[in-house]
């Protein structure tokens, strides 16, 4: 059985060690560098630019933030000797990224040469802001809160009485983002979560449902959050979306071609529609495509940017074009082994 020193030595094998001489070069020309230490270490005091990615979450946050799913960029990492950033960065490559590089040593050798750090301000250093001023702050950014979920709540009720001819069963859903109801089939929504804010498109975009045909199903099950911009289309089969779903903004799903690839079958009516299932727990990013057909298992990650054309294996992270299966996602045991090298790190 191998040890936690195994695999970081195995990772190492596979990834390029900057030397401390070479760093700032190496930080310069990045696009990215990213911290994996944990949040407490990060504020304590890191090199400066950095971006805190806690190991444990690095897949998870990455996959889901649009900045950082182009695999050509120049990832820097570091953690506090060099272990972790291994481990991060074997992770990386994986996940299918091209130019991962890490500091030799990691923080604990770069503040030992006196580089640049930076540090969290002394409290006592700080210009004291007057009393008045914090309320006035605190009351100026409640009211705009407040001012801009009304404005949602606004457009959410226009979209729903004059811009939609379906009469959906929205058993206690929220919708946040204004929606677009469509189509002579059945939509069926039971304590969802439609859009978010804050987040991008709140102000700007919408969603939209549609059950085309009297046949066409559309079924979202309960504690499933979809953030703006999404576009739900059922044909003439099914889309089933299971409990507890995360999925990112600009999805798109649907059960149907629309137009067939003979040039006689594009405007005739004759084209393929085949359900898709989203099983319980799935984590979508940003920017993800699921065509027909497809039925993605249980707890799968999607990677930002996927497109996903067969189907997905439960527990499994996934991304590309088309999507494919990058390895499995963490186990109990995995997770142990992590917390014991952390801990002598």
């Not at 050798?109 to 006035?136: E, H, N, T």
């Not at 677009?180 to 089939?185: H, K, L, N, P, S």
């Not at 987040?199 to 959050?225: D, K």
Request: some cysteine.
């Amino acid at each position: 059985m191998k040890t936690v020193q195994d695999l970081v030595m195995l990772a190492k094998q596979h990834l390029r060690e900057i030397e401390l001489e070479d760093a700032d070069r190496a930080i310069r020309e990045a696009d990215v560098l990213i911290d994996v230490r944990e949040a407490e270490e990060f504020n304590a005091g890191h090199i400066p630019s950095a971006i805190n990615i806690p190991r444990g979450l690095l897949e998870f946050k990455i996959s889901s933030d649009p900045e950082l799913e182009k695999r050509d960029l120049k990832i820097v990492l570091y953690c506090q000797t060099s272990g972790r950033a291994a481990l991060s960065g074997s992770a990386l490559k994986e996940m299918g990224y091209l130019q991962v590089m890490s500091i030799a040593g990691g923080f604990d050798a770069w503040s030992a040469k006196g580089k640049a750090i930076d540090l969290p301000q002394c409290p006592a250093s700080r210009q004291p802001r007057r009393a008045k001023d914090r309320i006035s702050g605190r009351l100026r950014r409640k009211f705009v809160r407040r001012l801009l979920k009304k404005y949602g709540q606004l457009r959410a009720f226009t979209y729903r009485v004059f811009f939609s001819d379906n009469k959906p069963n929205l058993n206690n859903t929220k919708i946040v983002q204004p929606t677009q109801f469509v189509g002579d089939g059945r939509i069926k929504i039971n304590k969802a979560r439609l859009g978010f804010f804050p987040s991008p498109g709140f102000l700007n975009r919408s969603g939209y449902i549609e059950a085309r045909t009297g046949n066409a199903i559309v079924e979202i099950s309960e504690s499933t959050t979809i953030n703006n911009g999404f576009t739900i289309i059922a044909d003439k089969s099914s889309i089933h979306i299971g409990k507890r779903c995360l999925i990112g903004p600009d999805f798109f799903v649907t059960d149907s071609d629309f137009h067939g690839m003979r040039v006689e079958d594009r405007t005739n009516g004759n084209y393929d529609c085949k359900p898709v299932r989203i099983d319980d727990d799935v984590f979508i990013g940003h920017g993800v495509k699921v065509m027909k057909g497809v039925h993605i298992g249980q707890g799968a990650v999607i990677g930002s940017g996927s497109i996903v054309i067969t189907n997905i294996e439960a527990f499994s992270i996934n991304a590309g074009v088309p999507a494919r299966k990058i390895r499995n996602l963490p186990t109990e045991q995995d997770s142990q082994m992590d917390d014991a090298f952390t801990q002598q790190h």
